[in-house]
């Protein structure tokens, strides 16, 4: 798993765990489950479904893909986040 982050602005203090997304060895991207609000419950939701989720930093990231699907309020964001990771990683 490779870890990357965008940079903070210099204006705002965003904790790094907000700011970072990892790419699995599969292509998979990971987006940090509390974009939805609630990382408790993004958690057990991906649990139930049998979803990889990974810990980074002491916070869950879940697939950006499954993520969109299942909480469909960050589907857009989610695909901005895995459009851009593919085209500058992959």
């Not at 292509?27 to 810990?55: H, I, K, R, W």
Request: aromatic share 12%; charged share 25%; hydrophobic share 40%.
């Amino acid at each position: 798993m490779q870890w990357f982050e965008v940079e903070n602005s210099e204006n705002k203090k965003i904790p790094k765990w907000k700011r970072s997304v990892g790419l699995s060895e599969e292509g998979v991207v990971f987006v940090p489950a509390a974009m939805t609000g609630n990382e408790s419950e993004v958690f057990l939701c991906a649990g139930y479904d049998g979803t990889t989720v990974v810990q980074y930093l002491n916070h869950v990231y879940v697939p950006a893909g499954w993520l969109a699907a299942e909480f469909p309020k960050t589907a857009e964001i989610c695909e901005i986040i895995n459009k851009k990771v593919r085209e500058t990683f992959l």
